[in-house]
């Protein structure tokens, strides 16, 4: 029973604290929604996904979410 309780209280946190497909069309769609390219889209959501565990969580980090657009912005610049 003890194992059982474990095993669901683990499977819900850890999907809790993932981006689900839902997150990521998201994200796109306020990105794309902006007028910036795709390409531009695809980079920051690939960062966003390494640096937050989820959508919701962009919202409390700001500052970062800035850098990483900065960062995409410098990236699609240099090529």
Same mark, same amino acid.
């Given at each position: 029973?003890?194992?059982?309780?474990?095993?669901?209280?683990?499977? %819900?946190l850890?999907s809790?604290?993932?981006?689900?497909?839902?997150?990521?069309?998201? $994200?796109? +769609?306020?990105? *794309?929604?902006? /007028?910036?390219?795709?390409? %531009?889209?695809?980079?920051a959501?690939?960062?966003?996904?390494?640096?937050?565990?989820? $959508?919701? +969580?962009?919202? *409390?980090?700001? /500052?970062?979410?800035?850098?990483?657009?900065?960062d995409?912005m410098?990236?699609?610049?240099?090529?």
């Open positions: 029973m003890k194992n059982l309780l474990l095993i669901i209280v683990s499977t %819900f850890i809790c604290n993932q981006w689900s497909d839902n997150d990521s069309a998201k $994200f796109l +769609e306020q990105c *794309e929604k902006t /007028k910036w390219e795709k390409e %531009f889209c695809d980079c959501i690939e960062k966003v996904k390494k640096e937050y565990k989820s $959508f919701a +969580e962009i919202s *409390e980090n700001e /500052k970062q979410m800035a850098d990483i657009l900065l995409c410098v990236t699609k610049n240099e090529d």
